[in-house]
């Protein structure tokens, strides 16, 4: 599975203007929700909400991958999102979140959603990723950066 299959560019966020958690979700999920029929804002955020209220999605060095599964949805969609000052996000480390990859799967998606979920959390081990992530001024070369990295798994 590629990321840039089920990347929605469209949904992609290069300033999220917001500074909590709930926020992050809120845009991301309308932002996403905008562009994906299927796809309703208010209940993705809750879904999201009810994933973290079991356990941060914070994954540390500055990413998070809030995630959830919707019924009705067809396939996985994924968004990405950054906040260039960070936000507070309950990260495992402590530390503020800049790196956000949201991903949706169908109400029944298993094996899918978990290799969704490795495949993007792999991305983000490498620091070089992440720095070219934070470092780049344009949707454009956001998503030359994750196909790029696409190529190379």
Known sequence: MKIMDI??????????????????????????????????AEKLIEVLLEREALQSTGIGEGVAIPHGKMVG???????????????DFDSID??????????????????????ALARISRFFRDPAFREKLGAVETLHDVIDAIDEEDAKL
């Open 7 to 40: 990347l929605v560019k469209e949904a992609v966020i290069l300033d999220l203007g917001v500074r909590s958690k709930r926020d992050v979700l809120s845009e991301m999920a309308n932002a996403l929700a905008k562009v994906e029929p299927q796809i309703e």
């Open 73 to 87: 949805l067809d396939r996985l969609v994924a968004s990405f999102a950054r906040s260039p000052q960070g936000i």
């Open 94 to 115: 402590g530390q503020p979140t800049q790196h956000f990859f949201l991903l949706v799967v169908p109400e029944h998606s298993g094996g899918q959603y978990l290799k």
